[in-house]
Nanobody, 123 residues
Framework: QVQLVESGGGLVQAGGSLRLSCAASGRTFSIYAMGWFRQAPGKERVLVASINWSGGRTYYANSVKGRFTISRDNTKNTGYLQMNRLKPEDTAVYYC????????????????WGQGTQVTVSS
C-alpha cells in the first residue's frame, strides 16, 4: 500500500513558478512510475506528466512541454513537478498518482492517488 500527499500548491501570477511535491509512504514507491494529473472545474482529470521508477523515461502533455519538469528522489520517496511560466489555463487541482506496473504515460493504470493540491494562476 502506498499513500501519497501533495503539497506546494497556491496562488501565483501568470508567468510565475511553483514546485509541487508528492511525498509517498511505503518503500515500494521507488519502483513505481509516478504521474501528475490535473483537473480544472468542469473538466476531466488529465495526465500532465509522468516518470518511470528510475527517472529515465518521462512523458509530458503538449500543453506543458517546455514549461513543466517532472522529477523524483527515490531516497526521499518524493516526486516533484516544477512548473514555470504558468498560465491562467494551468489553474486546476493537481494530483499525484503511482502506477505499480511502472508503465507510466497516458495509457497506464494508476493505482494510488493523493488528495490533490490547488494551483491557481491569476492573469
Amino acid at each position: 500500500q502506498v499513500q501519497l500527499v501533495e503539497s506546494g500548491g497556491g496562488l501565483v501570477q501568470a508567468g510565475g513558478s511553483l514546485r509541487l511535491s508528492c511525498a509517498a509512504s511505503g518503500r515500494t514507491f521507488s519502483i513505481y512510475a509516478m504521474g501528475w494529473f490535473r483537473q480544472a472545474p468542469g473538466k476531466e482529470r488529465v495526465l500532465v506528466a509522468s516518470i518511470n521508477w528510475s527517472g529515465g523515461r518521462t512523458y509530458y502533455a503538449n500543453s506543458v512541454k517546455g514549461r513543466f519538469t517532472i522529477s523524483r528522489d527515490n531516497t526521499k520517496n518524493t516526486g516533484y513537478l516544477q512548473m514555470n511560466r504558468l498560465k491562467p489555463e494551468d489553474t486546476a487541482v493537481y494530483y499525484c498518482a503511482a502506477d505499480r506496473t511502472n508503465s507510466g504515460g497516458p495509457g497506464a493504470k494508476y493505482d494510488y492517488w493523493g488528495q490533490g493540491t490547488q494551483v491557481t494562476v491569476s492573469s
